[in-house]
């Protein structure tokens, strides 16, 4: 029709979507259990990235990121775990601060797409720490767990 010159009747749709809660460190979500939380990456901006020189997965990290916080003593370890779904490679890192030059403190990315995360870490010191669930490129669904 339209290369004929006549009008015709159309739907447009329209989705908005919002970014997570969590897209920002200083709006990280608390992790107080160790049930699985369900989170996505698909909409958040890439807000967390390191030279390839002080990446502590081994990898560029350009994907979309969200973060979590935990509070952990001096000594304690942890272990996270991000398993991502079946078309997401998900990589996880730890920071101490939301600061831009922020060290990543341990970080993991071995795991393929739909292939789980799972990283363990040991407190240096009393304080919040802020853990990243990223990707190299894009974004996707996930479940994150804290033990």
């Known amino acids: 029709l339209a290369a004929s010159g006549r009008g015709a009747d159309f739907d447009l ?22 049930a699985p939380i369900a989170g996505d990456t698909t909409w958040a901006h890439d807000d967390s990235a390191y030279p390839l020189g002080q990446s502590c997965t081994g990898y560029l990290l350009g994907g979309h990121d969200v973060f979590y916080a935990v509070d952990l003593l001096a000594g304690q370890t942890i272990t996270i775990r991000v398993a ?3 078309d997401y490679d998900v990589a996880v890192y730890v920071r101490p601060a939301c600061d831009a030059d922020a060290a990543c403190l341990a ?22 720490y802020y853990i990243v669930v990223d990707g ?12």
């Open 136 to 147: 190299a490129v894009g974004g996707g669904a996930f479940e994150i767990s804290v033990e």
């Open 84 to 86: 991502p779904a079946p």
């Open 13 to 34: 749709g329209v989705k908005i979507v919002h970014t997570p809660e969590n897209d920002r460190c200083e709006d990280a979500t608390p992790i107080l259990t160790s």
């Open 107 to 128: 970080g993991r990315d071995a795991a393929l797409k739909g292939g789980e995360e799972v990283l363990p870490f040991t407190a240096p010191e009393d304080g919040t």
